[in-house]
């Protein structure tokens, strides 16, 4: 676990920012001189991780390792600060995946846990580690655990597991002749699984036409900046694809949305009397530039935040104290005290069941799947605008007055 994480940390060109630095090449470098503390939700994939790992050495790669020092490293890692006990349901669905591939074949395949994968013939320098490698056949198989519930992440035409692809052709191709990469994402806790088939001949192709000169570049520090949604990042999601660490500060980025503030303030616009009203092309075109526009803010107050919380200065700008909710210091006492004061229990608490994510922790992958799963339901998600290339469908709507949409039952109420 501690090289897969200090690979992570040190290789300029990563696999998990390709569609980064591809786009835009001297961000790579950009980065390079920013020094950023791992966050929580990183340090709690790497945990997970870690436990992936040692339940695939135990099933695979270390036929020697002994009942006791399996229990021994697994009791190692659950001492660790951020584990939690849901980990061993989720892992082990992972670990159900590799081996319903792996088993699959009627002879035994090659089988590689934690494995670096050396992509520098199209990247300078480029390596990462693949969670799972199978060959069998002309077949390679790519598996990669996120632990992350932020954003769902696909298996289509993701950079980093193609990188990876091109990393265990590299070094296995020729040996096993492989034709075609089946690349796989294990995302067990939204769930999310997906699988995607690719001929090597195109991944090759893609190395040459894509990768190769962008990667040049990038490890120079030259190309030019290109802003774009890629910039973010879903830092719960913990594969980080894109996300930038100079994106808050990034001066491309800053003349990008400071020229749509600009264009919608022209004055010499103005003179040439446009109508009052934005057409709905204007507002098209608008919005979506604004979305990018509205996530650059929010990420340039989280970087001046932390830089005037770790003692630094912005000047004109200072930390306050933000708005909070009163609260009871020892709940229980207190309600304990109103009962012998003759409240009724029932006027004083709600009895309502946990949230669905506190009830996934505490049952085992049994109940999950034999009991909770027959309950679970998905309802339609609240209509949310999206740009028109967006991958999700776009939703029917079912056309209704205004009195039917806001009025009666459905009528604005406030939460507790």
């Known amino acids: 676990m501690g090289k897969k994480k200090e690979e992570r940390a040190h290789a300029l060109l990563s696999a998990s920012s390709a569609k980064k630095w591809i786009h835009c090449p001297p961000s790579a470098m950009l980065e390079g001189s920013i020094v950023e503390e791992e966050s929580d939700y990183a340090k709690e994939g790497t945990l997970a991780h870690g436990i992936c790992e040692l339940k695939l050495q135990k099933m695979f790669t270390d036929k020697n390792m002994t009942e006791r020092t399996y229990k021994s490293r697994l009791k190692k890692l659950q001492q660790e600060k951020l584990y939690a006990p849901e980990m061993e349901g989720f892992t082990d669905e992972y670990v159900d995946y590799v081996s319903g591939i792996a088993f699959s074949f009627q002879t035994a395949p090659f089988v590689a846990v934690e494995k670096r994968l050396d992509y520098s013939p199209w990247a300078p320098e480029g390596f990462g580690t693949g969670d ?4 069998h056949g002309k077949q390679l198989h790519i598996i990669d655990f996120k632990y ?9 035409e993701n950079y980093q597991l193609m990188l990876y692809a091109l990393g265990a052709y590299h070094e296995f191709g020729m040996l096993f002749g492989i034709e075609e990469a089946c690349l796989h994402i294990i995302q067990p806790r939204i769930p999310n699984n997906s699988a995607w088939t690719v001929s090597m001949e195109k991944l090759l192709e893609w190395g040459e036409r894509v990768v190769k000169p962008s990667a040049e570049l990038a490890y120079k520090g030259g190309g030019e900046f290109r802003p774009a949604d890629y910039c973010k990042g879903d830092e719960e999601n913990y594969c980080r694809n894109g ?3 100079a994106y808050g500060r990034c001066r491309a980025t800053a003349g990008q949305n400071l020229a749509l503030m600009e264009e919608a303030f022209d004055t010499e616009r103005n003179v040439k009397k446009l109508p009052p009203m934005l057409s709905w092309e204007e507002v098209g075109r ?8 509205k996530s650059w803010v929010e990420s340039l107050e989280k970087v001046s935040l932390n830089h005037i919380a770790s003692g630094g ?3 004109g700008w200072k930390i306050v104290e933000g708005r909070s909710n009163r609260k009871l210091s020892d709940a229980d006492v207190a ?7 003759g409240y009724e229990e029932a006027v004083l608490y709600n009895r309502v069941p946990v949230a669905l994510g506190e009830l996934e922790k505490v049952c085992s992958k049994e109940d999950r799947q034999n009991i ?8 339609q998600g609240k209509p949310t605008l999206a740009p028109a290339d967006d991958k999700r469908k776009a939703m029917e709507i ?3 007055s205004a009195a039917e949409a806001f009025g009666g039952e459905n009528s604005y109420k406030e939460e507790d």
């Open 335 to 341: 309600l304990g005290e109103l009962i012998k004061a």
């Open 286 to 293: 608008l919005l979506k530039r604004a979305m990018f526009l």
């Open 372 to 379: 909770l799963s027959r309950y679970i339901i998905k309802p």
């Open 243 to 245: 996300f930038c660490k």
């Open 313 to 315: 200065e912005i000047p």
């Open 148 to 156: 992350g519930k932020g954003v769902p992440v696909k298996a289509e």
């Open 132 to 135: 799972a490698v199978i060959i």
């Open 398 to 400: 079912q056309r209704v």
